[in-house]
């Protein structure tokens, strides 16, 4: 009897294993099933995320696309032109008018500053033109005060004569390098207004009329331009 009741528990502690290992491996099979749903349900939306980022990279691509378009062509014709009212382009029109007035103002002001400048150029030049030629002459001044205090103690006037002879000589090349040079004038050469000044007049047999007949002081040139015509006396038949 003992036997049997032995054996009825081993049996049914048989069964309870099995119940129970049935249940660890439905329960293992569930968890198992519940980890690849959750698996797949992420990489779904891994993908679906991927696929909204490749979407709006591209919709941003043509966004960009259509405004770089719109910028280099502003007047498409499939977009429908903008009016400006009247506020706006009464208000455009002003600042236009706004800025023409400041610039104008900006280049009177530049060229009131340009011209007295000039101005100012001119009258120092008007007033050290001659400072070169001056400063030549001084050297012959110079030679001639020390030619006469030389004469006065030796009182050697020859050496007087030669000395300011000298002088002369100095003064002539230093107009010939400033381009001066003296009208050459020859008795009976006819009388010419732009180079001889006439004082007096003569009638004279000799000579033809409207002819030089004598040089009274000479005149001269510089760089080609008549700066003092020669005196002379003119023939003037009756």
């Known amino acids: 009897m003992e036997k049997e009741n032995f054996k009825n528990d ?45 979407e709006d990279a591209k919709q941003d691509e043509t966004s960009q696309e259509k405004n770089t378009e719109q910028w280099e062509n502003p007047t498409d014709n499939s977009s429908e032109p903008y009016e400006l009212s009247k506020d706006e382009i009464i208000g455009k029109l002003q600042s236009e008018v706004e800025e023409w007035k400041n610039s104008y103002l900006r280049k009177q002001a530049d060229f ?12 120092e030049l008007r007033t050290f033109a001659s400072e070169k030629i001056v400063t030549k002459l001084l050297d012959g001044v110079d ?12 009182k050697d006037f020859d050496a007087l004569l030669k000395g300011v002879d000298m ?6 090349g230093i107009m010939q390098s400033e381009g001066i040079k003296p009208i050459e004038v020859k008795i009976k050469d006819k009388y010419d207004p732009i180079y001889h000044h006439a004082v007096m ?4 047999p000799d000579f033809n009329d409207d ?25 003037k038949r009756g």
């Open 167 to 172: 002088i002369l000589t100095q003064l002539k």
């Open 143 to 154: 030679n001639l005060d020390r030619a006469i205090a030389a004469s006065e103690s030796t």
């Open 211 to 235: 002819s030089i007949v004598l040089e009274l002081q000479k005149g001269y040139t510089m760089k080609g331009k008549v700066i003092r015509p020669t005196m002379v006396k003119v023939c």
């Open 10 to 54: 081993e049996q049914m502690d048989a069964q309870e294993s099995n119940k129970s290992n049935k249940n660890l491996d439905a329960e293992s099979s569930k968890n198992s099933n519940e980890e690849i749903f959750e698996q797949e349900k992420i990489e779904q939306e891994e993908i679906k995320q991927e696929k909204t980022e490749k």
């Open 201 to 204: 007049v003569e009638d004279n």
């Open 112 to 123: 009131q500053n340009f011209t007295k400048r000039k101005e100012k150029e001119l009258e």
